[in-house]
T-cell receptor
Framework: AQSVTQPDIHITVSEGASLELRCNYSYGATPYLFWYVQSPGQGLQLLLKYFSGDTLVQGIKGFEAEFKRSQSSFNLRKPSVHWSDAAEYFCAASSWAAGNKLTFGGGTRVLVKP | DSGVTQTPKHLITATGQRVTLRCSPRSGDLSVYWYQQSLDQGLQFLIQYYNGEERAKGNILERFSAQQFPDLHSELNLSSLELGDSALYFC????????????????FGQGTRLTVV
């Protein structure tokens, strides 16, 4: 069965520090991979996506993610966190063959300390 | 603004009742996906429609049903509501006509928050 795992439920980081959120997937083939952010009471905003090619993907708001096939991982990073980055982050996977429906990880809530 | 519109934004209803959630996809998008976000289950795929036809089914209860109309808007019908159905219901759209495998991004609406009391 297809699955996406985010091992960290909560992460607390100081403003200005770096952030890394982990994501592992289990899929029949290399899926399309996504990171979404959800601010309190809001919908889901796409940060970045990986389909193929360069394994380091740049997204919006200064985020980047690296696809590592050997580790079945797609970790999200930001070099310097801002207070506005406090939100919940979801990793997701899909495939064209499966109609592009998304399988989401459980989410990681990020708290930013001043 | 993603271009996906969901109505209503909030809905409070009693157990046993039936509600209809509405989704207008982005212009040109043929696929509509419904997701449920709850505290205990997280974000779960419910059902997908493509150009009016059911394409894929996820963890959707038999009390729930959906349809996509000729104008491509979609409705999610929830009946015999239980307290546990309280959740945020998202609609997403994607796969515009002629889209390729490289154009598979889904755009999410703001969601409908359903509270069953």
């Amino acid at each position: 069965a297809q699955s996406v795992t985010q091992p960290d439920i909560h992460i607390t980081v100081s403003e200005g520090a770096s952030l890394e959120l982990r994501c592992n997937y289990s899929y029949g083939a290399t899926p399309y991979l996504f990171w979404y952010v959800q601010s309190p009471g809001q919908g889901l905003q796409l940060l970045l996506k990986y389909f193929s090619g360069d394994t380091l993907v740049q997204g919006i708001k200064g985020f980047e993610a690296e696809f590592k096939r050997s580790q079945s991982s797609f970790n999200l990073r930001k070099p310097s966190v801002h207070w506005s980055d406090a939100a919940e982050y979801f990793c997701a996977a899909s495939s064209w063959a499966a109609g592009n429906k998304l399988t989401f990880g459980g989410g990681t809530r990020v708290l930013v300390k001043p | 603004d993603s271009g996906v519109t969901q109505t209503p934004k909030h809905l409070i209803t009693a157990t046993g009742q039936r509600v209809t959630l509405r989704c207008s996809p982005r212009s040109g998008d043929l696929s509509v996906y419904w997701y449920q976000q709850s505290l205990d289950q997280g974000l779960q795929f419910l059902i997908q429609y493509y150009n009016g036809e059911e394409r894929a089914k996820g963890n959707i209860l038999e009390r729930f049903s959906a349809q996509q109309f000729p104008d491509l808007h979609s409705e999610l019908n929830l009946s015999s509501l239980e307290l546990g159905d309280s959740a945020l219901y998202f609609c997403a759209s994607g796969q515009s006509f002629g889209s390729t495998e490289m154009n598979t991004e889904a755009f999410f609406g703001q969601g409908t928050r359903l509270t069953v009391v």
